[in-house]
């Protein structure tokens, strides 16, 4: 995944480089065109622009190139001593471009400090996160996680997997909002999960234990709201891995890859979100899809399906899950984030995909070495 994020973040950076030489271009060519036209504030305006953009040494350079050309164009008019003007015009260009240095260094500072709150957002994010194995009851397993690109706070994605006495049991979810409140949310989730996962022997019961962790977290504290609730699909497989038993509580549907076609296991009966319980009834419906051998359940939070093109168009995962694809989550996974880095220009919040595979018996997977690291960044 690497690779597709470094290429899409490359041509950005790219296009970006080019702007303030495109517009000493134009400067240059209006002057030619039509001399009476002051190109000055033009050339002015070269550093400035490259100061967000470049580093330090070429947003310099790009100041100097401008008061060269600005020379040039006017010993070509004018073949003679400067006039007044043309020393004013001169004089902007360097001391905009003496500005422009001390903007970059601002704006680099700022950059590194985003990016180093990002780090340490998704650092706090992963280690929340219990480790995912590649490999469990004959499943193969990939999980991956990115925090949006475009904010530093502590996002509130999640996922989980367990083997427990009743069988193979996961859950994927997110947390409105971000900060320590979400943390806490998804402290609660992950924690209660693991314990009723292990205990209770039914998928309703695990989903009501959850739930009435959560209203106690949200009793005893005062900044919490009804606004405050977590989306989650949690899934049971049962022991023979032909069946998969799915409470969705508003969360994106999961969809099922096999044989180049994709199936979107939506719910019969639509639920509310998680730790809104006192809003619905007990009542948590179960719906049950078949799991053939070969099959991929993929697993995502909404930082994937609402994610947008520059037309404001929304990512489909369905479209690049449909063909032929490596019979391997982490292929899988690779293929759907792949075009999602190729629909959009960056993550507007966080994201997280879990996939599971179910291994036909005698298959042999791809060689983990060759697999992305299960619950590994994007980046």
Not at 4 to 27: D, E, I, M, N
Not at 335 to 344: E, G, K, N, Q, S
Not at 356 to 366: K, L, Y
Request: hydrophobic share 45%.
């Amino acid at each position: 995944m690497e690779r597709y994020q470094y290429k899409h973040t490359f041509g950005r950076v790219r296009w970006s480089r080019c702007l303030p030489a495109a517009v000493l271009l134009a400067s240059v060519l209006i002057d030619l065109a039509w001399p009476e036209v002051n190109t000055f504030p033009l050339l002015a305006a070269v550093s400035v622009i490259a100061a967000p953009m470049l580093s330090l040494a070429w947003t310099i350079a790009s100041g100097a190139a401008a008061c060269l050309v600005g020379l040039f164009l006017t010993f070509l008019e004018s073949k003679e001593l400067f006039t007044r003007s043309d020393l004013i015009g001169l004089s902007t260009i360097a001391i905009l471009t003496v500005v422009a240095a001390f903007l970059n260094r601002m704006f680099a500072s700022e950059r590194e400090q985003l990016r180093t709150s990002r780090e340490v957002a998704e650092a706090v994010q992963r280690a929340v996160l219990p480790a995912m194995p590649d490999r469990v009851r004959g499943l193969a397993v990939a999980a991956r996680y990115q925090a949006a690109q475009e904010e530093a706070l502590i996002g509130g994605d999640l996922y989980a997997l367990y083997d427990t006495p009743y069988g193979l049991r996961m859950v994927i979810g997110d947390v409105r909002g971000k900060g320590m409140r979400a943390v806490t949310l998804v402290n609660t989730l992950l924690g209660s999960f693991h314990a009723a996962a292990l205990q209770l022997p039914d998928l309703p019961a695990v989903v009501r234990s959850v739930e009435v962790q959560l209203q106690d977290v949200k009793s005893h504290r005062d900044d919490t709201t009804y606004e405050d609730f977590v989306t989650a699909v949690v899934v049971e497989v049962s022991p023979d891995h032909s069946v998969l038993r799915m409470a969705n509580r508003g969360h994106p549907a999961p969809l099922m890859v096999h044989e180049g076609k994709v199936t979107v296991l939506e719910p019969q009966e639509p639920s509310l979100p998680l730790g809104l319980s006192d809003l619905a009834g007990p009542e948590v419906p179960v719906d049950e899809f078949e799991w053939p051998p070969g099959a991929t359940l993929v697993m995502f939070t909404d930082g994937i399906t609402e994610a947008r093109d520059r037309n404001g168009v929304f990512f489909d995962p369905v479209p690049p899950l449909t063909g032929p694809l490596h019979p391997d989550p982490g292929a899988v996974l690779d293929a759907m984030l792949a075009a999602l880095f190729r629909h959009t220009e960056e993550l507007e919040d966080d994201a997280a995909a879990l996939a599971i595979t179910h291994v036909p018996v005698g298959s042999v997977g791809r060689d983990p070495s060759t697999t992305p690291q299960a619950g590994g960044s994007w980046r």
